[in-house]
């Protein structure tokens, strides 16, 4: 017996196969069904139990080594039949591989994203196609307002009024009914308006809109969070100034400018002469809405804010036309690479 276990190893330790049928045809000459193995096991089951338990021990052994070679064999010579080439021909050449770049609204996204994230805010998403009250009633907007009119807003169905988001405010009242104050959020999102395309405008833009909701929220609160927000994004040295304005959700209600970094103030054709770049709008959350999504206005407040995006990538990269941004031209994506 030993010496059969033996020769088996030995003449097998010789054999090396240069394609996968050669593997296969071992396979079948050592563990096939009238294999070198089997006749071994066949054999030794006529043996008294006291050598039994020694010659288990080495066919097993002698039997298991065999099949590891033969796998090893296999996943060898597979690999030359997917190349369909027995050997690897290193000198052909790669494939010119060209890696995208992040699309600058992603890039812009992103940083405001993690600038307030800094600042304890998290990140709540909505639907694109919202209803009336979403949108425009539960933000305190008046019947008759002319965000509502037919030549702003893409309607889907009229009466109830389905219709695309026209800003992203719509994502701040369905955290107000979801969550559980305080809360601090910030919805990034692609809004609708029907506008004529221009370098200026376009009926499909991104947002970035925010709400803090707690106990003592003050416009001095607003006012820092918007200066911090304003240097992190535009360098240290960034000066802010709020104007007032009017939202029907916020009141008070003001809009943010930021010192024109091309004419250093001076006044260009950039900021219109005036040496400031109108950037976002903010005010102190209207106690009516509030209590419109079931928050006692008397014990809390709030701020929000809202930015468009394709006006923040304008300014930072300054892009002029709008449309740029939409068209996905490579030559001017190509120009990305670096953030
Ligand atoms: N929702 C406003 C817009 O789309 C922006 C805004 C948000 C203004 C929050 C004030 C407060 O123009």
Known sequence: MDKKILEIQETFSQLSPKKLSEVEKIRIEYLGRNGYLTKLF??????SPEFKKEYGKKINDLKNLITEKINSWKLLHEKDVNNKTEKLDLSLEEYPINSGTRH???IIKNEIVEIFKYLGYSIYEGPEIEDDWHVF????FPEEHPARDMQDTFFIE?????L?????????VRSMEQEKLPIRIICPGRVFRNEAISARAHCIFHQIEGLYIDKNVSFADLKQ?????AKEMFGAETKIRLRPSFFPFTEPSAEMDVNCKLCGGKGCSVCKYTGWLEVLGC???DPNVLE???INSKTFSGFAFGMGLERIAMLKFQVRDLRLYFENDVRFLKQFKNY
């Open 137 to 140: 009633s539960a933000l305190n």
């Open 225 to 229: 969070t918007l200066l911090y927000f």
């Open 158 to 162: 009229k009466k109830p009024d389905i």
């Open 164 to 172: 695309l988001r026209t800003h992203t405010s719509s994502v701040q």
């Open 42 to 47: 066949e054999e030794f089951k006529e043996l």
């Open 283 to 285: 005010g102190m959350v």
């Open 104 to 106: 600058p609204i992603s």
């Open 292 to 294: 419109l999504n079931g």
